[in-house]
């Protein structure tokens, strides 16, 4: 009997997938545990294992299609096994950008006669499907009320206005040159004696200042520009930061540390650690285990809002911001006030290893309380962090800077840190986080704290 291979939910937050790459293809064997397939989700690129074993005879969705949770992806067999009618058709695969809807709309019985009430010019500037010629007329208000009082065909006209479109006077030239008995009606429509006196009272109008905005709304390409199609990861990124940004009031904090006593311990950590078992430390470890030891001194940070009360979590989880070929992403450090400097060096250097190859678990991005977002690397001296929701608090490190400084009434060199603290209001006061900012500084500036 066939087995079906469905797209499996890799995240808490994913609804739909998308395969990157196929690493089996038709007519391969698969056994139990093969990683068969790369499925990008929300979160990152994971790879998709077999639980079943078989000839793979199908493939429903090509590299660069999605589907939704449960979808079947391919088809496997038992080795003899007669083929089976094809599996269910990918309907949920999404068509993408590229698919193309139905061109049916049903047109309107008299287009003319329902735009002669104050109409929206929006709609002649909006470019999709194939409808009814007569809705796609681009024309003035004023136009399509000299036309329609007129019985003028507008789909037969051509627009001396911005972009082609059809102005009064253009209505104008084509009542005048008709040769009917009706020709007599620009006159009534046009000049203000007893019987109309509207076209008196709108024909200011007839400058249509507001006639050209539609027409450059939706910008075509230009000769070089492309267009870049949003990953499930970016996508997620630029949802849930809109959102942090539009629904958390952040306010934002920064404190200068002076960074020479922890260059000159981590030289000397370093030094005894080539000598033994080898990890090299960074700055942004000894930064993460200071972020740690403040949390652990003013827990109120360590929190999230939720609605009609606040929870304060009881374990500390770092997020570790990392930067990907597609984005960012946040693996989490957990249970990371129980862990050395050695054990939080060692497993962040696995999580941004795997993250960038996007071999990252889900759980792996689950648990965190507060997010460190450093950018020295870049030479970015200072700078200010969305919060990554539902957390309460980000930090962002810059680099370290060498600086003159003020020293017992002498001016000499020094090497600076600035640590910037974007806090959620709701859940940090200012106070709060000045005391937090300034536990974090402190254990940067008496780095040995940090180690017993």
Request: aromatic share 2%; proline share 10%.
């Amino acid at each position: 009997m066939p087995t079906h291979i469905e797209m499996p939910k890799l995240s808490d937050t994913m609804t739909e997938g998308t395969v990157v790459r196929w690493l089996k293809q038709v007519g391969d064997q698969v056994e139990i545990g093969d990683e068969i397939a790369e499925i990008e989700t929300d979160k990152a690129t994971m790879a998709m294992e077999a639980f079943d074993e078989g000839v793979l005879t199908e493939i429903l969705i090509e590299e660069g299609g999605k589907a939704a949770i449960g979808a079947t992806l391919a088809v496997l067999q038992e080795e003899g096994e007669v083929a089976e009618a094809p599996a269910e058709p990918p309907v949920v695969v999404d068509p993408g950008p590229a698919a193309a809807p139905e061109p049916e709309p049903a047109p309107e019985p008299n287009p003319v006669a329902i735009e002669a009430s104050p109409p929206e010019p929006g709609p002649a500037s909006f470019p999709g499907p194939a409808a009814t010629p007569a809705t796609r007329v681009k024309a003035s208000p004023l136009a399509r009320k000299v036309a329609a009082a007129n019985g003028v065909d507008l789909s037969g006209l051509r627009g001396s206005g911005p972009g082609g479109r059809i102005v009064k006077k253009d209505v104008d030239a084509a009542i005048g040159g008709a040769d009917t008995a009706g020709s007599d009606a620009p006159e009534a429509a046009t000049l203000p004696p007893a019987p109309e006196p509207k076209p008196a009272s709108v024909s200011p109008v007839e400058v249509e200042p507001m006639a050209a905005p539609p027409e450059v709304s939706v910008p075509a390409l230009d000769d070089g520009d492309e267009r870049i199609e949003l990953s499930n990861l970016r996508r997620i990124i630029a949802e849930r930061l809109l959102a942090s940004k539009t629904t958390i009031p952040h306010f934002y904090l920064h404190m200068e540390a002076d960074a020479g006593p922890l260059m000159e311990i981590r030289r000397q950590v370093n030094l005894q650690a080539e000598a033994s078992h080898g990890n090299k430390y960074t700055v942004n470890d000894f930064v993460l285990k200071a972020v740690i030891g403040a949390l652990q001194a003013v827990p109120a940070v360590n929190s999230a809002f939720r609605g009609d009360h606040v929870v304060q979590f009881g374990e500390i989880g770092v997020s570790v911001a990392v930067a990907v070929e597609d984005g960012l992403v946040t693996p989490v450090v957990r249970n990371a006030s129980a862990k050395s400097l050695l054990q939080i060096s060692r497993e962040v250097k696995d999580l941004a290893g795997r993250a960038r190859e996007g071999k990252l678990l889900p759980s792996e991005f689950d648990g965190g309380t507060i997010t460190v977002s450093n950018l020295g690397s870049y030479g970015i001296e200072s700078f200010d962090a969305i919060i990554n929701p539902p957390q309460a608090a980000i930090i962002s490190v810059g680099a370290i800077v060498e600086k003159p400084v003020v020293s017992d009434d002498q001016i000499v060199p020094g090497l600076r840190l600035n640590l910037g603290l974007s806090c959620d209001h709701r859940v940090v006061d200012g106070a709060v986080g000045a005391e937090f900012l300034g536990q974090v500084k402190k254990l940067i500036e008496q780095p040995a704290l940090m180690l017993v």
